[in-house]
């Protein structure tokens, strides 16, 4: 293995992250991650558990492809097939969560507090399973660089864990950055202007109202076949 | 802006209608018997030529979800096989087809395709004797010199097999 090859690896999961194709998800995850404005430890933390979530989902399909254990081809078509639909009924009612429309009363009688109490406070461990989420839901790009580009290069390079994991790391990180500029800007307005409860309001509203737009346009595109110009 | 409880349960009510209307499409989507899809190619997608002709057929492989750089690998590859291969394509020794992998259960398994792709075959008839999936087209989209060179050798190298040089 070179410093090409492990450059590369980083190299295609930047690409991945920063190409048109899984923005909708992109745009749920820096919410997700960026709305804790109160503490930069919650959404490091946050950040952390999703490049987490997505370095460890890459890195167990890289270990299982490179070393025989599943076709590539079929998982492929598979995760692309199912997963992609499954994701906007999903992310719908996870916006519904989080904006309290639903799940307040679900968790009543196991832990004396509903589902999107229990979401705002422990939010922040909610961003490992986002990650797994989003890492399989493979778009055309993803799907291409990932079974296209990396699997050979880590097949070739007899790496299947490190290269899979840097990969996962680059998927993750510009995620990760914007949800940081983001963060600290809207806590420097709210701040500015003396009212950080009102922007921390908006900004966990926000978050409910885009994954619930995210799961429509998933819905719309993977379920129903509807095309839109900015695919 | 605050919403009432009315607004509230409406909107919720609207947004589970539609998850579960979804649910429902998309089951019953996958419930209908798959079409057959003819995945050998026709007479008449051959370019009505005899089946003892061989001939280059290059399919574009996509996903039902079609994205911004899926149409620009397309659209690049085929511009540069129009361009750099003029007669032959204009005597329709090569041809072009594109095919939802998504779909074409056949020919995804056959060619063993894990994403969109270009397939380079050589074909007789309804045969396709060999082929070659141009995986690398997505690191190469960003090296323009390099993804024309990837295509154009494929291209030459199928010719010469088709024309049993």
Request: net charge positive; glycine share 8%.
């Amino acid at each position: 293995m070179t410093w090409v090859s492990i450059t590369t690896a980083a190299w295609l999961g930047i690409l991945t992250a920063i190409s048109p194709c899984p923005l909708a998800s992109n745009v749920a995850a820096i919410s997700f991650i960026g709305r804790q404005l109160h503490s930069k430890a919650a959404i490091l933390f946050s950040g952390l558990l999703y490049t987490c979530g997505r370095t460890l989902t890459y890195l167990a399909l890289g270990f299982l492809l490179s070393s025989g254990a599943l076709a590539s081809g079929e998982l492929s078509r598979f995760l692309q097939k199912y997963l992609n639909e499954i994701l906007g009924p999903l992310l719908i009612l996870l916006g519904m969560i989080l904006l309290g429309l639903i799940g307040a009363g679900l968790s009543i009688q196991m832990a004396g507090e509903g589902i999107q109490q229990k979401a705002s406070k422990n939010g922040a461990l909610y961003a490992f399973p986002l990650g797994v989420l989003f890492a399989l839901s493979f778009c055309p790009v993803s799907a291409g660089l990932f079974f296209g580009a990396l699997i050979p290069l880590s097949v070739s390079s007899d790496s299947s864990v490190l290269l899979p994991a840097l990969y996962g790391i680059g998927t993750a990180i510009p995620v990760v950055v914007f949800a940081f500029l983001i963060a600290f800007s809207s806590k420097w307005l709210g701040k500015a202007f003396n009212s950080l409860n009102h922007i921390e309001f908006y900004v966990r509203t926000a978050t409910g109202i885009i994954f619930i737009g995210a799961g429509i346009y998933y819905s719309l595109v993977h379920i129903y076949g509807i095309s839109f110009a900015t695919q | 802006m605050q919403f009432s409880e009315k607004h509230k349960k409406l909107i919720t009510n609207l947004l589970l209608a539609f998850v579960l209307v979804s649910i429902g499409f998309a089951l019953g989507k996958h419930s209908v018997v798959a079409k057959t899809v003819n995945s050998n190619m026709t007479a008449a997608s051959n370019g009505g030529r005899t089946t003892a002709d061989r001939l280059v057929k290059i399919f574009y492989m996509h996903a039902t979800f079609r994205c911004i750089t899926c149409n620009s690998i397309e659209s690049k590859a085929k511009q540069l096989v129009e361009h750099d291969f003029a007669n032959a394509w204009s005597s329709k020794k090569i041809l072009w087809e594109e095919v939802n992998f998504q779909e074409n259960e056949v020919l995804a398994k056959k060619f063993d395709v894990a994403a969109s792709c270009v397939v380079v075959a050589v074909v007789q008839g309804n045969d396709i004797l060999e082929f070659n999936r141009l995986d690398d087209v997505w690191p190469l989209l960003e090296k323009p010199a390099e993804f024309d060179a990837y295509i154009r050798d494929a291209v030459k190298k199928a010719l010469n097999k088709a024309s049993g040089e």
